[in-house]
C-alpha cells in the first residue's frame, strides 16, 4: 500500500506557538483598537461585547462573541451585557450568511472547564457556521479540522458583511 503523506499547512499557528502568550486574558482589554494580536481578527464592537473569529476555529468563519467584562457564567452578565450578546449574535448571523452562504449554524456556550471551555473564566459564545458535509473524515480519523482560508481574510469579510442588508 502506497503511503500519501503531505502535510497540511497552517501558517497562521506559527505566530501562537512563537509568541508570548502572558499571563493575562487574550478577551480582555479589546474595546478600542490597539496592537494585540487579536485587533486583526476583531469584527465588530459593540460598548459592552464584541465578535472576533476564533484563533483555532471549527470551522471557517467560526465567531466568538465576548463581554467586554472579564465575568465567567451568565448570571454575572448585567441586563446590558446579555442584550448586546445577543444582538451581536444575529448580527454575527446575518453576517456570516451574506458572506458565506453556511446551511445553518451551532451558536452556544462552554460554561466552565469540564464542559470545554477552554477559557472558562471569561464567557463567550460560539456562532459556528456550517455546511452540510463539512465535517468530513479529518476530525473523525485524524483530530484534524481543515479551515480553508486565513482568518485575516475571512475576519475582513465578515466586517464587509456585518451591515449589509
Known amino acids: 500500500m502506497k503511503e500519501n503523506n503531505r502535510p497540511l499547512w ?9 509568541g508570548n502568550r502572558g499571563a493575562g486574558c487574550f478577551l480582555c482589554g479589546n474595546e478600542t483598537p490597539g496592537d494585540k494580536p487579536e485587533e486583526r481578527l476583531i469584527v465588530r464592537r459593540g460598548r459592552t461585547c464584541f465578535a472576533l473569529l476564533n484563533r483555532y476555529p471549527y470551522n471557517v468563519g467560526h465567531l466568538l462573541i465576548v463581554p467586554y467584562r472579564h465575568v465567567g457564567d451568565l448570571p454575572l452578565l ?3 451585557e ?3 450578546l445577543f444582538e451581536l449574535c ?8 451574506r458572506a458565506m452562504n453556511p446551511a445553518g449554524f451551532n451558536v452556544g456556550f462552554n460554561l466552565g472547564a469540564a464542559a470545554g471551555a477552554g477559557v472558562a473564566d471569561h464567557l463567550h459564545m460560539h456562532v459556528v457556521p456550517r455546511w452540510n458535509g463539512d465535517n468530513n473524515f479529518m476530525p473523525v480519523l485524524a483530530d484534524i479540522r481543515c479551515v480553508p482560508e486565513a482568518l485575516e481574510t475571512t475576519a475582513e ?3 464587509k458583511n456585518w451591515d449589509e442588508a
Open 78 to 80: 448585567t441586563a446590558e
Open 10 to 18: 497552517a501558517p497562521w499557528r506559527i505566530e501562537f506557538i512563537r
Open 90 to 97: 444575529i448580527g454575527a448571523e446575518g453576517a456570516l450568511r
Open 82 to 84: 446579555r442584550t448586546e
Open 157 to 159: 469579510l465578515v466586517r
